[in-house]
Structure formats: C-alpha cells, structure tokens
C-alpha cells in the first residue's frame, strides 16, 4: 500500500524557517514534489527532486528560499523553507511520481501519489 505522510508544519514568524518531512512506502524508484495550497487558490508546484537528486526544479517564488533534499536509506523527501513570508502560508503536499512518469513536473497531474497535507502559517 502506497502511502506519503507529511510532518514539520506549523505556525512560524516571517523570516522564520520551517523544515518538511514527507515520509514515503509502499513503494520504491520515484520522483518527488512539493505543491502548497492556499485558500482560494490553487494547487501549485514548489519544488521537485527526481529519485537519484541529481535534478531538481524549483518555482521562482521560493528559488533561494526553500531547498528540496532526500535520503533514499529513509524514503524521506525534506523541504527546508527559510526566510519565510506571509505569501507562503499554505497547506502543503508532498507528491510521488514514477520514475517512468514523463509528464510534466510543475503540474498536479504528473505525480501519481498524494500526502494528506500539512499547514504551514506564517505570521506577519
């Protein structure tokens, strides 16, 4: 049974750092992604690491800012979020693809596995 859960939201001050976890199993060889939601809004890419780390992909709004990191020996995916504005508050998504999935990174419907969601507040 394939499953994702998230862990390390919260409530964090501007200029503060939050660091994600997204724990994977059920499942091995994938590429990995990080989508947030605001209220209103609609899902969209933040970061994403294929399965070896040697590519990632990034959104502008956060290059700089947030860094996506894995370990494989843990079937863990990380996002690191410094510097951190009211514009990043969201629930966040990790997302799982196949290795053999060739569409696109940047869109929700290139990841065949979703997280439950973890939210992130960030106080101005």
């Known amino acids: 049974q394939v499953q994702l859960v998230e862990s390390g939201g919260g409530l964090v001050q501007a200029g503060g750092s939050l660091r994600l976890s997204c724990a994977a199993s059920g499942f091995s060889s994938y590429g990995m992604g990080w989508f947030r939601q605001a209220p209103g809004k609609e899902r969209e890419f933040v970061l994403g690491?294929?399965?070896?780390?040697?590519?990632?992909y990034y959104a502008g709004s956060v290059k700089g800012r947030f860094t996506i990191s894995r370990d494989n020996a843990r079937n863990t995916v990380y996002l690191q979020m410094n510097s951190l504005k009211p514009e990043d508050t969201a629930v966040y998504y990790c997302?799982?693809?196949?290795?053999?999935?060739?569409?696109?990174?940047?869109?929700?419907?290139?990841?065949?596995?979703w997280g439950q969601g973890t939210q992130v507040t960030v106080s101005s």
């Open positions: 997302a799982a693809r196949y290795v053999r999935n060739g569409s696109s990174w940047y869109h929700p419907s290139g990841y065949d596995y």
């Open positions: 690491i294929s399965w070896s780390g040697g590519n990632t």
